[in-house]
């Protein structure tokens, strides 16, 4: 089970583009001389800026004075707190990281630019884009039937409403993602190969992309029976991915889409089943939850065998990137209320959770059980 999960974190060591601070300014960026700006951050202490922060693109940018008040050139650690003052902030971020690439781009601009990318919090491991931005590579959604199971299977021919609607669009996403998960795990194996893996992770890799197949399936149909009408994928634009040949960014990959993002998916299924009114979609979803849960433990395989085997840079990068999004972890975790109120679960509905429930299922998943195995890992 899958949700649109966007960008990530690069290697949190990057260094940052050089470029003097001493360059002109353009006018297309923020004012250097704007009056100070301030903000509270959770703490009620006030975060002042000796100007304002903006956004570029995807991006959220500072000037170097603030993105670093050491006087040292933009360095690793993400300013969570100023940037939290820049206007038109995402909804559920982990935190934030220096893009290296950004920063260059920016600083033709603005000669002191600091531009960090938003860590998101994410379900499940699909497909994604070869750039920065890492974007979930979905197909097209088709009418065909090779992709459904028996017509009726997990539900009845029901009149059309808008709450059937509803659920279905919200299965078809699912589908094109776990369709899209499929092919990431095709990708991992090709990047364990590529490293030297023990045969066991390459194994477990394509055992993997078979399960995701499989839910893939079954999403389909249950949006079909829901729909009426048999849906599928189209064709599947792989070649705007690309293969991880180093140790850091296949790294990168299983810990925010593996060790939290599948962890995620199989909490939520798992919770979804509890309380589905279907009995035949809560025996799929347990399913679904048991798998995701297996592949959480794969990317966790992953992540401590690169501990033993990349390179020692590669290890103290990778060091630094567990040490950061887990710190980003816990951050999110207070901004979004770490006492949330007690209510039981709603009724999953054709095997969908509200959303309120869905954040709480979250919210404990990454307090209870994402950290800890953080933890461990960095430990």
């Known amino acids: 089970m899958t949700s649109d999960p966007t960008a990530t974190a690069q290697a949190t060591t990057a260094t940052s583009p050089t470029a003097t601070s001493e360059a002109t300014e353009v006018a297309t960026g923020p004012d250097p001389a704007a ?46 707190d100023a940037l939290r003052t820049i206007p038109d902030q995402p909804n559920g971020m982990y935190g934030f990281e ?72 919200a299965w078809i996403d699912d589908a094109l993602l776990e369709h899209a998960s499929a092919a990431e795990f095709a990708r991992l194996s090709l990047s364990l190969l590529a490293l030297g893996a023990p045969p066991e992770l390459v194994r477990q ?22 729909e009426g009408a048999p849906v599928g994928p189209g064709t599947l634009p792989v070649e705007r991915s690309r293969v991880d040949t180093d140790f850091v960014s296949l790294v990168e990959a299983c810990l925010l889409d593996g060790c939290i993002g599948e962890m995620l998916a199989s909490l939520e299924a798992a919770t979804a089943a509890e309380h589905c009114d279907v009995p035949t979609i809560r025996e799929a979803l347990t399913s679904i939850a048991d798998d995701e849960a297996k592949h959480a433990g794969l990317a966790y395989a992953i992540v401590t065998w690169a501990l033993e085997a990349a390179p020692l840079e590669a290890r103290r990068t990778i060091a630094g990137m567990l040490q950061t999004v887990r710190a980003a972890l816990v951050q999110e975790l207070e901004l ?21 429930d869905a954040a709480r299922v979250h919210h404990a ?15």
Not at 37 to 57: C, F, H, N, Y
Not at 143 to 158: N, Q, S, V
Not at 220 to 226: C, G, V
């Open 98 to 169: 220096l893009d290296p690439d950004a920063t260059s781009a920016e600083r033709k601009k603005i000669a002191d630019a600091c531009c960090f990318r938003v860590i998101r919090p994410r379900l499940g491991r699909p497909l994604r884009t070869g750039d920065s931005e890492r974007t979930p590579i979905r197909a097209e959604i088709v009418r065909r039937p090779e992709w459904t199971e028996d017509t009726g299977r997990f539900l009845a021919a029901g009149a059309p409403s808008e709450e059937r609607r509803a659920a279905a669009r």
């Open 35 to 80: 009056t100070t700006t301030s903000a509270t951050t959770t703490e009620g202490s006030a975060v002042r800026l000796r100007r304002p922060g903006w956004k570029s693109g995807a991006n959220y940018c500072l000037g170097r004075s603030d993105a670093n008040p050491s006087g040292k050139d933009c360095g690793t650690i993400p300013p969570f």
């Open 365 to 379: 998943c990454v307090k209870d059980v994402v950290l800890p195995l953080l933890s461990a890992l960095a430990a």
């Open 205 to 226: 890799a394509h055992e993997a992309a078979l399960d995701e197949l499989r839910h893939a399936t079954i999403a389909f149909s249950i949006a079909s029976d829901l």
């Open 336 to 356: 979004t209320n770490a006492e949330r109120p007690e209510r039981p679960v709603s009724v999953a509905t054709w095997g969908r959770l509200d959303p309120t």
